[in-house]
DNA sequence: ATAGTTGTAACCGATATAGTTACAATTCTT
DNA sequence: AAGAATTGTAACTATATCGGTTACAACTAT
């Protein structure tokens, strides 16, 4: 099973606020245009966003503006923001025979290598910041 | 979303073939008591090993056994085994707006940066075998 | 022949995703 | 103050996938 698309709408979001905030008021539906979604998906993605206090949106007049800077702002952040997996990336099989050896400890023998495997994706995200990817977004245009 | 429990299910049945594969016929109905599911599950698991060679499964007469040495069985060997996730790991929405500078550009600036943190949780799992986790399991028992 | 087992098809229920419509509440503009 | 635009949110749908289950034909060994 894959990492829900929202991460990826979050990030594109994000992404158009930082970009063109300056010159488009950041509206659900103005968004929704360019990641070609329903504004309602991008209304509940800014209010994760929001939550997560990376950006302010304003109701009633409209417009999303981003709160900090994009240096200080990473993949991860947005990955955590829009967190469709509660806890471990993995998931486990419920209840292992307690009355068999491999059973009774599959977790302590298994569970701290998917942590590092988990752990090794989310220093990845970690890495990238939104200064990046407007760098490379501006030498794309 | 996470990653299923077909991946953890796998390496529970493969561990116990290596661990108890001497002194027990290893059949999905005596693999499926110690992870506790289906046999049929267990079944399934076993198909998906097989067919990337890591497992010989009699049909007839019964059992699972081994067809590699555990240091050359590693977690990540049964992730692509069982993969259930055809290709990348992230989701990504469909039609981002090519009339949109960020919605043109936005596989060129995000699908390196998801394929980085993918390929380190991949690494990761790489790094290990199932004697690493067989030497852990006898620790414990 | 019989018993035990696998491979496989055909289902089921639960859950999550992605999407949609609708509308009250809010804010800005005039 | 009235009207227009927009958000926040509820309620619903459709679809997919997961994990599970029953059932049974094909196969193997004794």
């Given at each position: 099973?894959?990492?829900?698309?929202?991460?990826?709408?979050?990030?594109?979001?994000?992404?158009?606020?930082?970009?063109?905030?300056?010159?488009?008021?950041?509206?659900?539906?103005?968004i929704a245009s360019?990641?070609?979604?329903?504004p309602?998906?991008i209304?509940?993605?800014?209010?994760?966003?929001?939550?997560?206090?990376?950006?302010?949106?304003?109701?009633?007049?409209?417009?999303?503006?981003?709160?900090?800077?994009?240096?200080?702002?990473?993949?991860?952040?947005?990955?955590?923001?829009?967190?469709?997996?509660?806890?471990?990336?993995?998931?486990?099989?419920?209840?292992?025979?307690?009355?068999?050896?491999?059973?009774?400890?599959?977790?302590?023998?298994?569970?701290?290598?998917?942590?590092?495997?988990?752990?090794?994706?989310?220093?990845?995200?970690?890495?990238?910041?939104?200064?990046?990817?407007?760098?490379?977004?501006?030498?794309?245009?």
């Open positions: 099973m894959k990492i829900s698309s929202r991460f990826a709408v979050a990030v594109h979001a994000l992404l158009a606020i930082y970009a063109l905030g300056d010159e488009y008021k950041m509206t659900s539906d103005f360019s990641v070609n979604v329903n309602v998906i209304r509940r993605t800014l209010l994760s966003l929001k939550a997560a206090g990376i950006v302010a949106v304003k109701s009633g007049s409209g417009g999303a503006v981003p709160l900090k800077n994009a240096a200080d702002v990473s993949l991860y952040d947005i990955y955590t923001a829009v967190d469709c997996l509660d806890g471990s990336l993995f998931n486990f099989h419920e209840n292992p025979n307690p009355e068999c050896p491999v059973g009774k400890n599959i977790h302590s023998v298994l569970d701290s290598h998917l942590d590092s495997a988990q752990k090794a994706l989310e220093d990845e995200l970690k890495k990238t910041s939104f200064e990046d990817l407007l760098k490379k977004l501006d030498s794309l245009t």
